[in-house]
């Protein structure tokens, strides 16, 4: 079946289009980028964003009197207000800039437990997770004497849904779990998960660094306590994230960490704080990466949620066809419902060996245990390959990434 079948010809002329705002492909026509659950690339938007703020517009914020700064202020603060309605939040306050997922995760996971649960209850995270959202959680049940509990997933990488009802009790403080999975590209059913988390008393946690760029969120409907992402998944730029909190539970949490701009009065015999969001904000911000991700969400709005899902949906079907051909190749993660991420090995190849050749094609993809290190050994292997498209990509960007795989086979066997 050819390309044909799985996209219409307006979606391939958008992402057509799509494709040539984007610098790098224009620089590097023949680059196939197949790392996009990495890092995204950066439209142009965002680009000139970036430079014209630090041209013309750079100040620092929060602390000036003069024009430039105030300016600056609003500016950052207007993309506070941004992101909340990204993301459906009730209050600007509600949202959080920190330098991203993982950051965003070890804030909760030093101050909620102090809060929110007490010794002998229990954190409950699932066999899918990416480091960020599993070694936070083992350092805070160290601190403060909680247990850690584990869903397990099936063979397919869905979860186990009935031993996460019976993990689910009264002992448990909180839930955290991915939105979609960044090795097998599951999207969890998390809207069902968080009404049975909250039935039992317990906060709910969402690492939603495959989120928002891949799929329309809001947390007021998901009902999440927490929301997280990274800038730089969401073609914005690297060291900015989002911790979303539902107010009342932000509020009642200590400070992450000390120094200026999260403080009220400072006196050698004690220190008052900042009111939400300034409390978790300390020390100067990343203002120009703030400034970008209000660029990037602008783009991500005028490209659309709608044809974003449509889009990536058709990719990863016709990509799944084209790798059938493969007589050995394991594909680690068959959800139904799954963003565009395809792992995998080829036999006894080894990734890196073959993650080598394919770049020797101009495929660029991840070969690696993908940060997920006990995911690698419920599937009983050291790494995987890993496909990840995005709106910049084209068919043809599968037939190459076919074709060099093929090549892979050729010279490894």
Known sequence: MSSQAFFSKQDLVKATKLRHMFPIFEATPSLCYLDSAATTHKPLSVIKILETFYKNEYATVHRGVYSLSQEATQRCEGVRQQVADFLGAALASEIVFVRGTTEAINLVAA??????????QEILITEMEHHANIVPWQLACERYDLTLKVVPIRENGTLDIEVFDSYLTEKTALVALCHASNILGTVNPVRDLIDRAHACGAKVL????????????????????????????????????????KYDI????????????????????????????????????????????????????????????????????????????????????????????????????????????????????????????????????????????????????????????????????
């Open 111 to 120: 101050t909620f437990p102090a809060v929110f649960a007490t010794p002998g």
């Open 206 to 245: 969402l690492d939603g660094a495959q989120g928002p760029s891949h799929m329309s969120v809001n947390v007021q409907e998901l009902d999440c306590d927490f929301y997280c992402f990274s800038g730089h998944k969401l073609f914005g730029p690297t060291g900015i994230g989002v911790l979303y909190g």
């Open 250 to 413: 932000l509020d009642a949490l200590p400070p992450y960490q000390g120094g200026g701009a999260m403080i009220d009065t400072v006196r050698f015999s004690n220190t008052t704080y900042a009111l939400v969001p300034a409390r978790f904000e300390a020390g100067t911000p990343a203002i120009s990466e703030i400034v970008g991700l209000g660029a990037a969400i602008d783009f991500v709005k005028e490209v659309g949620a709608d044809f974003l899902q449509r889009y990536e949906k058709a990719l990863l079907a016709y990509a799944m066809q084209e790798l059938a051909v493969f007589e050995n190749l394991s594909i680690y993660g068959k959800a139904e419902e799954k963003i565009a991420i395809i792992s995998f090995n080829l036999g006894d190849i080894h990734p890196h060996d073959a993650g080598t050749i394919l770049d020797t094609e101009g495929v660029a993809l991840r070969a690696g245990h993908h940060c997920a290190q006990p995911l690698m050994q419920y599937y009983d292997v050291a790494a995987m390959l890993r496909a990840s498209f995005s709106i910049y990509n084209l068919p043809s960007d599968v037939d190459v990434f076919v074709k060099a795989l093929a090549k892979v086979v050729d010279v490894m066997t």
